[in-house]
């Protein structure tokens, strides 16, 4: 089955500091999403990117759907930018999503 | 927000016992899900649903089943809960084949 690999596992940056996050995937994927989990557990929807470049505030992602990869970009970060990020795909033809096992972000105040 | 409640928040069974966590959405999407997250695994896929009555399996999906008799609601149930169960339940939806995914705010499930 696809692969969903993210890196790096863990990082620690000071408040401030830009970050990048990636998504390595393994087969042809439909879609694309990266969501934050915070503290308490909640998963939140911070881009869907199929495909291209989208920016929200501080955050910006770009997916190259044809080299198989997504990347988060964390900008001036914030302790509040804490937790976990999670890369999920959507596999060709099927209604499955597949996550990445994440990356977990601590940002030192 | 998308309109997904899931219930209970938090439960804790005893081994052997059956337990059934609900999902409602508000939002008439066709597609409905349940995950699981451990600890070093990530979300996994257990069932998820492509209509009312119409399910299937995910990845995981042993010692779970699901129903779907309403559009709005997907259920989950542990027929005999074990410890290896232990974990956060997540619902998601979707309105279409792969468009963007909606989840609720969770289930903790504890198997003692």
């Known amino acids: 089955g696809i692969q969903v690999e993210q890196s790096p596992p863990d990082l620690i940056l000071q408040e401030g500091a830009n970050s990048t996050l990636r998504c390595n995937f393994s087969?042809?994927?439909?879609?694309l999403q990266w969501f934050h989990q915070n503290p308490w557990g909640q998963l939140i929807n911070l881009f869907y990117i199929p495909s291209g470049t989208k920016q929200n505030g501080r955050l910006s992602a770009t997916t190259v759907a044809t080299e198989r990869y997504s990347l988060l970009y964390i900008s001036s970060s914030q302790t509040t930018d804490s937790g976990v990020y999670f890369c999920?795909?959507?596999?060709?033809?099927?209604?499955?999503?597949?996550f990445g096992t994440g990356t977990r972000l601590k940002v030192l105040a | 927000d998308a309109g997904i409640t899931q219930s209970p928040r938090h439960k804790v069974t005893e081994t052997g016992t059956p337990v059934t966590l609900r999902c409602h959405q508000t939002?008439?999407?066709?597609?409905m899900y349940w995950y699981r997250q451990d600890p070093g695994h990530g979300l996994r896929l257990i069932h998820y649903?492509?209509?009312?009555?119409?399910?299937d399996k995910g990845e995981v999906s042993d010692g779970y089943s699901v129903s779907r008799s309403k559009t709005e609601d997907f259920l989950l149930t542990l027929e005999s809960a074990t410890s290896s169960q232990t974990s956060v339940y997540f619902c998601a939806i979707n309105d279409r084949m792969n468009t963007e995914a909606f989840f609720g705010q969770g289930t903790r499930l504890t198997v003692v």
């Open positions: 087969d042809s994927v439909n879609n």
């Open positions: 649903s492509y209509g009312v009555k119409d399910t």
């Open positions: 939002e008439n999407h066709r597609y």
């Open positions: 999920a795909v959507g596999i060709s033809g099927t209604y499955k999503y597949i």
